[in-house]
Each structure stands twice: as C-alpha cells, then as structure tokens.
C-alpha cells in the first residue's frame, strides 16, 4: 500500500462506519493527512474508532484484493474522466475557509464547475419548495439585487424558492453555487438540469458531499443544508412554513455564528409563519436586499479585498484623506458618526467623501458609507 494516494486513502476512510466528519477531521488535525491515517498503527487509532472500525481497517489494509480497493480505483478513474470535477479535501488550500471553520465540515467536498466560485462572499437563500407568487418574487429579485451587488447566491437546487434564487443571480449575471443532496454525476430533480449546466456555464459551481451515485435520500437534505449555511456568511429565508427545511438551514447557520435574515409576510399565509418564527427568535427582518447589503457590506468588501490581493494604493491622498478612509472602515456608517469619529465639519467631511468616492476607495448606499 506504499503507493497510496491522500485522495485514494481518503475515499477507504469513509467508507468506515461511524467514522463521521468531525471525527476525521480530529484524526486529520492529529496525523495531518489521510494517508498518514491510513497507514497509523491500530493501536494509535483506537481513540477515535471502535473496534469493529479498527478490525475492518485491517483487513483492508492486509488484503490487496479487498472489494474497497476496487471500489476507490473505479471512483478514482471516473474522476480521472471528468476534469471539470475537483475533489478538495478538508485541510487542501483551495478547501473553502468558511466551510472549514464549523464544527461538523466535510471531510470531502466533489466541486463540479469554477472551483474558485466556493471562495468568493456568499449568502444563502433558502425557502419553501411550494412558495407563493410573492415568495418566488421575492427570492429572484433578492437573488437579482445582492448578486449584482457582489455576492455569489448559495442554494440547494429544489425547486421552489431555491431555484428562483439560482435563477436570479444569474439574471444578474452574478455567480451561482448549488449545493447537491445527491453524487455530484446527479442532479434532483431532474428538471432542474438545464439550471445546473446554466449555472456551470455562467461561471458557478455545483457542490456535493456524497460519494458518486448516491441518489436523493430524505436524510441526505440536513446534511446538505449545514453545508449551505457553513459556505455562507449569512442565510436569508424568503418564504418557509414551521416545519420547513429551511428552517434547518437556519439554524446551523446561528450554530456556525452566521447571521441570519427573514422576509416577513402576511399573518394570513401559511408558508409566513416560518419567517416569523425565526424572527421572534432573533433573525433580522429585512424587507428589501439593502438591509442585508447594510449588515453584510463590510464583510463583503473585507472578503472581496482578501480575494484581490494587494490593498489599493493610497500614497497619493492627503494625510487627512488617509485617515478619513480608516475611519469609514468596512461596516456601512453614517455621516453624523464619521463627523464625530473625524472632527470635521459636515461640509469637509461631504467634500472629502466624494472625493474618496470617486477615486473607488469609498462606495455610498443610502445614507451609509463604506470602504470599496
């Protein structure tokens, strides 16, 4: 077994039982790469997997012939047959960061399309499969807005309000993401494969978890979901009932610390309730993409810097220009509060935001100022 890869170890490894994501991710941050894992003496992995997992492993690894090799070799080789699908393992550089910060991240993700797309700001929106006229409207023209705006649309690909999402960042001409509860060589429902090719051809990515041919299962969605809220910086459900999905999506996004935003509706619809529920609990109603871009500006445009490596060059303004732009910072702020933080009159501070402003380094939304 010298010539084990990191990706061929990886693949024997899941196929464990009760070898989970946050397991091996415990395992990965302990031996540093899956091969060394799989090459790990039973004894020094007997912390971590039961018994029967260690036995298995075993025998695995003592038998050439063993069906998991033959298995790994076939997935291997289907790879090797489709280069537009990249396996990026937990810990690779191009594994999203995001993602990598919560709890239970996968241990694998199949990346079909642009994978630099997982890496750009995203924000999540999520809903009922059976929205109203009002909740599809809703979702496309938030999608429409916020993409244009700069985000890259995170969603599940179901039909209903996830697909109206998908399909208003790309009226945008904005990035998609869908994130699949199937293999990444299926898309469910099949109607929606003209979507995803469109989203791959735009640009976006198709994103799963699971190993090749798993087919739509009911306990595959929450799975998915974590994986929805963990790439994104924040969740926005546009239409949901009580006992939404959606509302799963939700809350692994409060577990991951991410925000989380609702569109109420009226008292008289069912598919409201949802919405009004999180709000009780704390999510931020919005009622126009603005409130979002408000709250989110400022990690949109730290995350967006990030992506475009150097800082601006700022050697030409003025010591007073210098400064005003630190103190504008990245969260969308007021011109009463930036007269306070810089001591200027109402009159400079206007004249010196303009000029910021039309140098690219200050944007404007409302009222707010924040830096480009």
């Known amino acids: 077994m010298d010539g084990q890869t990191s990706l061929a170890s990886l693949l024997t490894l899941l196929r464990l039982p009760g070898l989970g994501a946050t397991t091996y991710c415990d395992l990965h941050r302990h031996f540093g790469s899956a091969t060394a894992i799989y090459r790990a003496d039973t004894a020094t992995l007997r912390p971590w997997l039961e018994p029967s997992s260690l036995q298995l492993l075993q025998r695995v690894r003592d038998d050439a012939a063993h069906e998991w090799h033959q298995a790994v070799a076939r997935e291997l080789e289907w790879l090797g047959e489709h280069p537009d699908v990249r396996p990026v393992e937990w810990g690779a550089e191009e594994y999203p960061a995001l993602l ?108 799963s978890e699971f190993p090749l041919g798993t087919g739509s299962s009911a306990s595959n969605f929450p799975r998915r979901n974590r994986i929805i809220s963990g790439l994104s910086l924040g969740t926005l459900v546009a239409e949901a009932a009580v006992k939404s999905g959606s509302l799963i999506t939700a809350r692994y996004a409060l577990e991951h610390e991410r925000e989380v935003f609702a569109i109420p509706g009226s008292i008289h619809n069912p598919m409201a309730k949802g919405c009004h529920a999180l709000i009780k609990r704390g999510a931020k109603l919005v009622e126009s993409a603005t409130d979002i871009v408000e709250e989110l500006g400022g990690a949109l445009a730290f995350k967006s810097q990030q992506l475009g490596g150097s800082a601006p060059d700022c050697s030409h303004l003025s010591a ?53």
């Open 320 to 372: 007073q220009q210098r400064q005003l732009l630190e103190l504008v910072g990245y969260d969308p702020v007021s011109l009463d509060t930036l007269c306070q933080r810089s001591a200027l009159e109402p009159g400079a501070l206007a004249a010196e935001l303009m000029t910021l402003e039309l140098e690219g380094l200050v944007s404007q939304t409302g009222s707010l100022y924040c830096r480009c």
């Open 100 to 207: 990598a910060q919560i709890a239970c991240a996968p241990a694998l993700l199949y990346v079909r399309g642009a994978l630099d797309a997982i890496e750009l700001p995203q924000l999540a929106i999520v809903g009922s499969r059976n929205p109203s006229s009002g909740g599809q409207s809703n979702a496309h023209e938030f999608a429409r807005y916020l993409a244009g705006g700069g985000f890259a649309i995170t969603s599940g690909l179901a039909l209903g309000v996830d697909a109206c999402a998908h399909r208003g960042a790309l009226d945008a001409g904005g990035v998609t993401i869908a994130v699949l509860g199937t293999g990444i060589d299926r898309v469910y429902p099949a109607r929606h494969r003209s979507l995803a090719a469109e989203i791959l051809d735009k640009g976006g990515a198709l994103v």
